[in-house]
């Protein structure tokens, strides 16, 4: 069973351009969440969605990003008009469906690292 | 609001050595309690979870982890480092939003 699967590993990208980032759930999860790993801090909450659905986008910027995880195919982060403070590590994690009694984990994938030059 | 402390940015220790990694929270209720390992340029990989029972949690790589509710802490603990464990460790706590909230990690570093 394939883990969480990030692409790309690294991305560079100039300012003003757009970073597209993807991430493939492990099979059977139903269940994606984005987070951004800046230097020397923990890992921040940006969202979190369904097939099809956006569930809790508390933590994405109002302006530029978005994501979306389509009835096929991978989730994908999407930044657009890069800036240098977007330089972070990007990372994807999968849950599969709640079960009664807890929140199941999350696994994560590699990440992709993004750079804005 | 859910938060997590980890009050140690790095640890050293010396290979063999025991270890604890501290860390608190503050949650209003029951919480998740996870801890994840990170080596450097890779994604995080659990290493145990705490949701109900007993308080004292194995997991994956000799680590444990012992639930104190009176002190709101969830401390990591190995009998004996090994150099491969030379990573940064992250505390996260979780509730009925299932998004967890992490804490900002510590660097363990593993002199041989």
């Known amino acids: 069973n394939a883990g969480v699967m990030q692409n790309p590993r690294h991305l560079v990208r100039r300012r003003g351009q757009e970073a597209r980032l993807r991430c493939s759930p492990m099979k059977g999860h139903s269940h994606v969440y984005w987070y951004r790993q800046l230097p020397e801090e923990g890992l921040k909450f940006m969202v979190y969605l369904q097939k099809e659905n956006i569930i809790d986008e508390s933590g994405m910027p109002k302006e530029r990003f978005s994501a979306e995880f389509p009835k096929e195919g991978p989730s994908i982060l999407r930044i657009q008009q890069v800036v240098r403070g977007d330089s972070a590590a990007y990372f994807c994690?999968?849950?599969?469906?709640?079960?009664?009694?807890?929140?199941?984990?999350?696994?994560f994938g590699p990440g992709t690292r993004l750079t804005v030059l | 609001a859910q938060s997590v402390t980890q009050p140690d940015i790095h640890i050293t220790v010396s290979e063999g050595a025991s270890l604890e990694l501290r860390c608190n929270y503050s949650?209003?209720?029951?919480?998740?309690l996870f801890w994840y390992v990170q080596s450097p340029g890779q994604g995080l990989q659990l290493l145990l979870k705490y949701f109900s029972g007993d308080t004292l949690v194995q997991g994956i790589k000799g680590f444990e982890a012992e639930f104190k509710r009176s002190q709101s802490s969830f401390n990591l603990r190995k009998p004996s480092v090994h150099w491969s464990d030379a990573a940064e460790y992250f505390c996260?706590?979780?509730?009925?939003?299932?998004?967890?909230?992490f804490g900002r990690g510590t660097s363990l570093i593993v002199h041989p």
């Open positions: 994690a999968s849950s599969p469906p709640f079960s009664a009694g807890g929140p199941d984990t999350q696994y």
């Open positions: 949650y209003g209720a029951t919480p998740y």
């Open positions: 996260a706590v979780g509730g009925g939003s299932y998004i967890p909230t």
